[in-house]
Nanobody, 115 residues
Framework: QVHLVESGGGLVQPGGSLRLSCTPSDSIFSFNTMGWYRQVPGKQRELVAEKPATGSSRYAYSVTGRFTISRDNAQNTLYLQMNSLKPEDTAVYYC?????????WGQGTQVTVSS
């Protein structure tokens, strides 16, 4: 069983920044794609950013230009740098990893953007 451990959520004022981290229990190289999703109560989980093993990253339109997904192979960690945060970015953020037909999820980390 693959475990994804997330950290970095919290409370931030509008316009502020946060960086989320996700460390898998397996090598980051073993996954076809890793990404970040978010969910608010009563709504479906939505893709925020995705980084395939090869090829370009992709972002939700609402975060393009503000969020950056990256990975540090030496640290075996996936990051989501979130800048210019808005109240509508408030959600539980989940790390996701795909390997062949299997999908794995982290436990989620709360991000709250409020003054």
């Amino acid at each position: 069983q693959v475990h994804l451990v997330e950290s970095g959520g919290g409370l931030v004022q509008p316009g502020g920044s946060l960086r989320l981290s996700c460390t898998p229990s397996d090598s980051i190289f073993s996954f076809n794609t890793m990404g970040w999703y978010r969910q608010v109560p009563g709504k479906q989980r939505e893709l925020v950013a995705e980084k395939p093993a090869t090829g370009s990253s992709r972002y939700a339109y609402s975060v393009t230009g503000r969020f950056t997904i990256s990975r540090d192979n030496a640290q075996n960690t996936l990051y989501l740098q979130m800048n210019s945060l808005k109240p509508e970015d408030t959600a539980v953020y989940y790390c996701n990893a795909h390997r062949l037909e299997n999908a794995y999820w982290g436990q989620g980390t709360q991000v709250t953007v409020s003054s």
